[in-house]
């Protein structure tokens, strides 16, 4: 069973950084591109950013460019994403999910998700 | 980063079929097509379908998508209670390397 669970969130003041962890299970993690989506409380789905399998390759949502980083460590299973300058705006909760190999944009699988709150 | 474009709400009777849709650009779906996802208050999204109409396994047949040019439909049929949830639509943007996404639409289930 696929899983991909994500850790990381919690309450941090406007200027501050956080790091989100993805734990991922049940497939071969290294052959998968991946992605962090957010959702603000009550709104739609942001795409945040995403990264090849092998990392060749990372993108980033203008909303979060120079202020997020997205990594991998494929010997772990894991996924990362750093955010610094955390804005109030970021406030989301934020899912990591996988993209269905070949298919760009097609959101396989989600994690459950972490909720990350930027207030003073 | 300009999104797809979804009507915010559609109401159906139990039984009705619904159709939404999905509005881009030939820079998103009319390059690549559209993906759907259905989130029910408080979940995690679940794939539905993509590349205009191809379903995971165990997604029902009572959910279809089609494409006809830059817009992108999602068709369920025989509503049922538990279909109600916010519906997504998402595409890749050839122009902007970018994921974009629509705003999302409640359906709300008679």
């Known amino acids: 069973e696929v899983q991909l669970v994500e850790s990381g969130g919690g309450l941090v003041q406007p200027g501050g950084s956080l790091r989100l962890s993805c734990a991922a299970s049940?497939?071969?993690?290294?052959?998968?591109?991946m992605n962090w989506v957010r959702q603000a409380p009550g709104k739609g789905l942001e795409w945040v950013s995403y990264?090849?399998?092998?990392?060749?390759?990372?993108y980033y949502a203008d909303s979060v460019r120079g202020r997020f980083t997205m990594s991998r460590d494929n010997a772990k299973n894991s996924l990362y994403l750093q955010m610094n300058g955390l804005r109030v705006e970021d406030t989301a909760v934020y899912y990591c999910?996988?993209?269905?190999?070949?298919?760009?944009?097609?959101?396989?699988?989600w994690g459950q998700g972490t909720l990350v709150t930027v207030s003073s | 980063q300009a999104g797809l474009t979804q009507p915010p709400s559609v109401s159906k009777d139990l039984r009705q079929t619904a159709t939404l849709t999905c509005t881009g650009n030939s820079n998103n779906i009319g390059n690549q097509g559209a993906a759907w996802l259905q989130q029910h208050q408080g979940h995690p999204p679940r794939l539905l379908s993509y590349?205009?109409?191809n379903r995971p396994s165990g997604i029902s047949e009572r959910f279809s998508a089609s494409r006809s040019g830059n817009t992108a439909s999602l068709t369920i049929t025989g509503l049922q209670a538990e279909d109600e949830a916010d519906y997504y639509c998402?595409?890749?943007?050839?122009?902007?390397?970018?994921?974009?996404f629509g705003g999302g639409t409640k359906l709300t289930v008679l």
């Open positions: 998402s595409a890749w943007d050839t122009s902007l390397n970018a994921v974009v």
């Open positions: 049940g497939f071969t993690f290294s052959t998968y591109s």
């Open positions: 990264i090849t399998s092998s990392s060749g390759n990372i």
């Open positions: 590349r205009n109409n």
């Open positions: 999910a996988s993209w269905l190999s070949g298919n760009p944009s097609v959101f396989e699988h």
